[in-house]
């Protein structure tokens, strides 16, 4: 687009290839993410003395942030990325889904809204019948998620779960939902533009998840009829319009053995995953931040995959040591390539990956003309995928590709927690 770009950057992170290659840099702090990723003081500083007029969030640290969000618009900056307003309408999760109720999208049961007390949610449990979960108003990854299988797990739960999200988010708000047993992930990308306008550009099936952290992601999902995929792109329109949202997101949805889909929270931002929607639409889901960023609309149009798509995320973890952290320097690296193949990654040889951060070191993303096809060329990329010096995920993903079940397209959520690595 022939815009230039300033990289901002944590000590830790002075290595890293996207300070190399923008146009300019700026270091905003010590590796610790308070004092660095999460310093909005710095942030902005960096953008004003640099003349940006833009600031690009990316999908962690401050990119749901509605404080982020509405000091960008005091200092004349646009951030690329949901207003404050429809941050906090759809970042806090018991106010997310009283807003796709009143839009008309398919809820699980659950409370109302936040549980004021034990009592209030072993009352709601007994309505909605067990299992249920206990989810943080403000969590993710995780994180503030407790599954209740009897009244008597209840107080542990609730204790335990709002001890958890208080110190990881600041906010310990919990809400309870029914547990749908053995279900989908599946989202649905959204984009939508100043003048109130939304289209979908089909889903992403999210289900092979450890511990709700997704590993692999694809395009369309094994589990998706036409008609399906219709409904749950028009649900999330609805969403994404009933509050006027700009930008790309995702709208998450829950999906049962029989077909029925329920609205699980919305992502007011770019995903990890967005690789695999580009590949099968042609879309440039970035691009288009930046161009409805700029005020431009949208082309109001639905996108439906032309190709089938895997994305694979490579991480610095030893999958043979219950997926530990493996920080440490990159030896030598051999990235693979040929047609259908992508790969995003920050790392290159020689390169220390930091303790400090997210494991993930790169995405492997291939495409090809039906799902049997694309898991063949993933095989043959993770294959040619040489890093040496630490361990990766690489080796759980081969053994994903060739297990008979994950290749039938019949699974859930809870695969892994049914095959662990060990037994693949």
Known sequence: MGIKTVAVYS????????VR????AVCIGPPQGTLSYLNIPNIIAAAEITNADAIHPGYGFLAENAEFSAICAENNIKFIGASADMINRMG???TAKATMKSAGVPLVPG???LLSTVEEGLKIAEEIKYPVILKATAGGGGRGMRIINEPSEFQKAWDSARQEAGAAFGNDGMYLEKFVVNPRHVEIQVVGDSRGRACHLSERDCSIQRRHQKLIEET????????????????AIKGAEAIGYEGAGTVEFLLDANGDFYFMEMNTRIQVEHPVTEQVTGFDLIKEQIKVAAGEPISGKNYYPKAY????RINAEDPENDFRPCPGKIISLHLPGGAGVRVDSHVY????IPP???????????TADSREEAILRMKRALNEFVIEGVKTTIPFHLKMMDNDQFKSGDFTTKFLDDNPYETL
């Open 220 to 235: 369309p999902s094994p589990a998706i009829t036409p008609e399906i995929r219709e409904a749950m792109g028009q649900a």
């Open 92 to 94: 806090d999760k018991a």
């Open 349 to 352: 040889a020689g390169y220390t």
């Open 309 to 312: 798509s895997i994305e694979c």
């Open 111 to 113: 409370s109302d809204g």
């Open 356 to 366: 400090y951060y997210d494991s993930m070191i790169a995405k492997l993303i291939v």
């Open 21 to 24: 290659f923008a146009d300019e």
């Open 11 to 18: 000590t830790a992170d002075k290595d890293s290839l996207h």
